[in-house]
């Protein structure tokens, strides 16, 4: 890599994406001619050139005089040899200096995901930036998406789990403090998807004074085990809303998102509970417990694609195609061929998945025994139909109020999975950019105010 980072520049439109296959003699195909860092570049421009300033803004500034934004989609490099970050960058050109400047957003993808994953989010966001005068930016955590994939490795023993998380946390949350001093971001508003939420938690936890407020959007290792999250509906259910729920719901407004309440997190709860295992008194299957076993010994479910060799970009497109169907045919298929290429490119930061999380996908620390700690506004989001149990989330909140911590919140996205920003985008981004405009006191200033007071009183 070189010292500099390596800006991506379109000199050509990208061709489009080719079709999921539905054979193998289709995958074999697509295994020989559409997989390989190039090709991930170039599915990943498709999704970003949907986005309005990608394509007005991304050549450089001088080729567009008095845009609003600048637009950058570029490698990182990081102080260790051979890491970098991929990373998009949304910057005012009339930035505000001002003290009272809004802190820029920063988006953070799933496990096995990447910032492409946010193109139905980035333009809502884009437009955000531009109105208040401050940035956007998205990017690949090390060892996933575009990112470096340098190997991952936890060398603490097995049995100590404080230090296996830590040390696996650790490789992900020490990148992304490097990349905000290269950034030179003094504070930041962090979103996460799944264990991109659970990693910003793990980031605030370490770094609090850099962190204006935290949106956690289906968060993954939040509530104590065992309970109703149910990872293998990721890979099962159809879209959204797998039951077809929402036809009997009219009064639910799929526009926006609602707070939660103690009656609607039941009625989620009850449907978790029909796909979980929890509760149930037969014994575990062989395919359970070979799951469990390879969980343990350190695999990852992308690990098993890549194994399958030319099976590899079926096996994709039974996924993309099923649980997205949401999206348009075009929206499908590219997302399909950026999935497929950072899916089969070489493993790395998956394989903290099972140092972070025990078999079932419940953390081997949760979030809910952390999250008091914090003394900044954070903002729990789940889907109607997801599969991440919101309890976690609520005790959560909870747990915030009884630190003293009152700026702690939790809504429900109607219409939505786990995935619920590329579910419905629409309520997501209306709530990101009532979250990200909305003001707070200081939670620190109330802080110091009671222990003021006590001393008096």
């Not at 037969?282 to 395919?287: A, N, R, V």
Request: charge should be positive; hydrophobic fraction near 35%.
């Amino acid at each position: 890599m070189p010292s500099s980072p390596s800006v991506s520049t379109l000199t050509s439109l990208p061709p489009p994406a080719p079709q999921i296959p539905s054979a193998f003699r289709q995958s074999v195909r697509s295994w020989w001619t559409n997989v390989g860092q190039k090709q991930a570049q170039i599915s990943e421009q498709r999704l970003l050139l949907r986005l309005p300033y990608f394509s007005k803004y991304s050549k450089p500034p001088s080729t567009t005089p008095d845009a609003p934004l600048t637009v950058t989609s570029s490698l990182t490099p990081l102080s260790k040899s051979k890491q970098y970050l991929n990373t998009l960058a949304i910057n005012s050109t009339n930035a505000d200096t001002s003290p009272s400047a809004t802190s820029p957003a920063v988006l953070l993808h799933g496990y096995g995901a990447g910032l492409g994953f946010y193109f139905r989010n980035i333009p809502t966001l884009a437009n955000w930036a531009e109105k208040r005068r401050t940035s956007v930016y998205a990017l690949d955590w090390l060892g996933m998406g575009r990112s470096a994939r340098v190997p991952f490795t936890v060398k603490a023993k097995r049995d100590d789990v404080p230090a296996r998380v830590h040390e696996a946390e650790s490789f992900f949350v020490d990148s992304l403090e490097e990349w905000r001093e290269l950034m030179g971001l003094e504070r930041m508003t962090l979103i996460g998807h799944s264990l991109g939420a659970y990693l910003s938690v793990a980031y605030a936890l370490r770094h609090p004074e850099r962190v204006n407020k935290l949106i956690l959007l289906s968060p993954a290792g939040v509530p104590r085990g065992p309970n109703f999250t149910e990872i293998s509906r990721e890979l099962t259910d159809h879209g959204a809303d797998p039951q077809g729920e929402h036809h009997v719901h009219p009064d639910r407004d799929p526009a926006r998102a609602e707070a939660a309440s103690g009656p609607r997190l039941s009625t989620m709860r009850s449907g978790q509970k029909k796909h979980s295992r929890q509760g149930q008194d037969e014994p575990q299957s062989l395919g359970r417990r070979l799951f469990t076993y390879l969980w343990e010994e350190g695999w990852s479910p992308f690990q098993v694609v890549r194994s399958s060799l030319f099976w590899g970009p079926m096996l994709v497109g039974k996924y993309s195609s099923r649980r997205f169907q949401g999206l348009t045919e075009e929206e499908t298929r590219d997302l399909h061929d950026y999935i497929l290429n950072i899916t089969m490119a070489k493993g790395s930061g998956e394989y903290c998945i099972s140092h972070l999380l025990e078999p079932g996908a419940h953390a081997r620390m949760p979030l809910v025994d952390r999250v008091g700690e914090l003394k900044i506004p954070v903002t729990f989001v789940y889907g109607d139909h997801d599969w991440m149990d919101p309890l976690g989330g609520m005790q959560s909140v909870e747990k915030l109020r009884q630190a003293g911590n009152g700026e702690g919140k939790m809504y429900i996205v109607n219409n939505a999975g786990h995935h619920l920003y590329l579910d419905n985008p629409e309520a997501v981004n209306a709530l990101l950019i009532k979250e990200l405009d909305k003001k707070h006191a200081s939670i620190n200033s109330i802080f110091k105010m009671r222990q003021f007071n006590a001393l008096i009183f």
